[in-house]
């Protein structure tokens, strides 16, 4: 059974900056893209950083710059390390598993498996 836990949100000013963890287990991390998404209370869920099992990356252009994805495949992990973080950054935090295609990694319905996410809270 594949979990995917978050950690690391929270309540934080403007210009701020925090490290979000996903722990997964249940099935080999490594062959595995993971990537970070968010929603905002009335708002879709949007991509916002990924990162293939070759260490590629991939960010929304809202995170580039602030933003980055890391793994540790050995800790079966992922981090997004948020800097200069912004009161629009508020939103759940979710991180989640694709077996698809590094093409997709952009999609929320390619991810087979999602964390119950992570609140964070920029205030201005």
């Known amino acids: 059974q594949v979990q995917l836990v978050e950690s690391g949100g929270g309540l934080v000013q403007a210009g701020d900056s925090l490290r979000l963890s996903c722990a997964a287990s249940g099935r080999t991390f490594s062959i595995y893209h993971m990537a970070w998404f968010r929603q905002a209370p009335g708002k879709e869920r949007e991509f916002v950083a990924a990162?293939?099992?070759?260490?590629?990356?991939n960010y929304a252009d809202s995170a580039k710059g602030r933003f980055t994805i890391s793994r540790d495949n050995a800790k079966n992990t992922v981090y997004l390390q948020m800097n200069s973080l912004k009161p629009e950054d508020t939103a759940v935090y979710y991180c989640a598993q694709s077996s698809g295609p590094w093409a997709s990694a952009l999609q929320y319905s390619r991810y087979d498996y999602w964390g119950q996410g992570t609140q964070v809270t920029v205030s201005s």
């Open positions: 990162i293939s099992r070759t260490i590629n990356t």
